[in-house]
């Protein structure tokens, strides 16, 4: 089944432990991306990559960093959590064309105190 | 930069209605992308439609249809015999087409609630 699987579904750290947040898609897509939402702002672009080693910022990308070394992975990476990163998150892939939209991941809700 | 508008925070209605949710957006660009993804309690973000802004004709998918008035940037959806199953938030969101980034730039959502 074509899917974007991201781990773990639910996190709650402190401040400033270290967390990876994986996600890994099986459709082959050349363009993957990670989003936060938050209530009343819907979601906005953290990071993005169109191929492997080939990553760049999107709208939110204080706090946050992000790696793709192959191409199915692309892990977000919080060093140092603080408490305004809690929110639900999501990684997306595409095919790199706009035809069809992302595919997004089930959501990763994480809660830093 | 693009900017999304969904004007209309929440939204009921009886089974069985039909119900439009509305969606405006801003941009300098000709050709670009438009959907409507939903998001059922599940949290799962699930593509309702697209359209491209290049073709006139409105997308339609089953009981779900938008009107696309490329003028006046304008995207709204149409849920025809609304279903129990429909109760979620909807989003509006923008690509364009430019080889880069393919950011979708979303609005802040309708939470729509279908009343049995």
């Known amino acids: 089944e074509a899917q974007v699987t991201q781990n773990p579904r639910y996190l709650i750290t402190v401040t400033g432990k270290k967390l990876t947040v994986t996600c890994s898609q099986n459709?082959?897509?050349?363009?993957m991306s990670w989003y936060r939402q938050d209530p009343g702002l819907g979601l906005r672009q953290i990071y993005y990559?169109?191929?492997?080693?080939?990553?760049d910022k999107g709208d939110v990308p204080e706090g946050y960093k992000v790696s793709r070394k192959e191409k199915r992975n692309f892990p977000l990476i919080l060093e140092s959590p603080s408490p305004n990163q809690t929110s639900l998150y999501f990684c997306?892939?595409?095919?790199?064309?706009?035809?069809?939209?992302?595919?997004f991941g089930s959501g990763t809700r994480l809660t830093v105190v | 930069a693009q900017t999304v508008t969904q004007s209309q925070p929440e939204m009921s209605v009886q089974e069985a209605e039909t119900v439009t949710l509305s969606c405006t957006y801003d941009?300098?660009?000709?050709?670009?992308?438009l959907f409507w993804y939903k998001q059922p309690p599940s949290r799962q973000m699930i593509l309702v439609i697209r359209?491209?802004?290049?073709?006139?004709q409105n997308a339609t998918e089953n009981r779900f249809s938008v009107n696309f008035q490329k003028a006046a940037k304008s995207f709204s959806l149409k849920i025809s015999d609304s279903q129990l199953g429909d109760t979620a938030m909807y989003f509006c969101?923008?690509?364009?087409?430019?080889?880069?980034?393919?950011?979708?730039?979303f609005g802040t959502g309708t939470r729509l609630t279908i009343i049995p």
């Open positions: 459709m082959n897509h050349e363009y």
């Open positions: 997306a892939s595409s095919l790199g064309t706009g035809t069809y939209g992302y595919t």
């Open positions: 941009t300098s660009e000709n050709n670009y992308y």
């Open positions: 990559s169109m191929n492997v080693e080939v990553t």
């Open positions: 359209q491209e802004a290049y073709k006139q």
């Open positions: 969101a923008f690509m364009k087409t430019r080889f880069g980034n393919e950011k979708l730039t």
